[in-house]
T-cell receptor, first 114, second 114 residues
């Protein structure tokens, strides 16, 4: 089954404790992206990757890191989480053929930083 | 800055009626527009897309209209059903300058009354 998986689905942590949220897709997509979703603010793009070893900042990259060492994986790293990073996080991937860019989203990771 | 916004945060319709959800965008360079549906507890799912060189596209019970002159797009859902109740997001992406960046609107919550 074609899908985007994220782990963990739920995480409660404390300020300053490094964490990684994993994202994996099995569709051989070149493009992957991370978003955060907050009430009243829609989805905001954190980072994206056009292909292996190619990453770039979205609209809200501060406090986050990513890496793209393999095509299927795109982990999101919070080196020193803070309470304002409490949010619902979505990973997405797409196969960018010409103009089309339909993104397939993972189920989300709800992060709480105390 | 660039933005994508929806005119109404909530919309309530009677089952069987048609629904129209509107969205405005600010970036003239946007190449591609997508409507997503997000059900409670899930990630956004693709509904329909349209390229910037088109003004209308139809799917099954859904139609997207694009008016580039006023930077406006709409999603029309025919014969709305209870299963259509969800949050709807419009999104835009570009494939030249800032290729890879995607901007989402804040979302409209559609409630279908039986």
């Amino acid at each position: 089954e074609a899908q985007v998986t994220q782990n963990p689905r739920y995480l409660i942590t404390v300020t300053g404790k490094k964490l990684t949220v994993t994202c994996s897709q099995n569709m051989n997509h070149e493009y992957m992206s991370w978003y955060r979703q907050d009430p009243g603010l829609g989805l905001r793009q954190i980072y994206y990757s056009m292909n292996v070893e190619v990453t770039d900042k979205g609209d809200v990259p501060e406090g986050y890191k990513v890496s793209r060492k393999e095509k299927r994986n795109f982990p999101l790293i919070l080196e020193s989480p803070s309470p304002n990073q409490t949010s619902l996080y979505f990973c997405a991937s797409s196969h960018r053929t010409g103009v089309a860019d339909t993104q397939y989203f993972g189920p989300g990771t709800r992060l709480t930083v105390l | 800055g660039e933005s994508v916004g929806l005119h109404l945060p909530t919309l309530s319709v009677q089952e069987g009626d048609n629904s129209i959800i509107n969205c405005a965008y600010s970036n003239s360079a946007s190449d591609y527009f997508i409507w997503y549906k997000q059900e409670s507890g899930k990630g956004p799912q693709f509904i329909i897309d349209i390229r910037s060189n088109m003004d209308k596209r139809q799917g099954q019970r859904v139609t997207v209209l694009l008016n580039k002159t006023v930077k406006h797009l709409s999603l029309q859902i025919a014969a709305t059903q209870p299963g259509d109740s969800a949050v709807y997001f419009c999104a835009e992406s570009r494939h030249n300058t800032n290729a890879g960046k995607s901007t989402f609107g804040d979302g409209t919550t559609l409630t279908v009354k039986p």
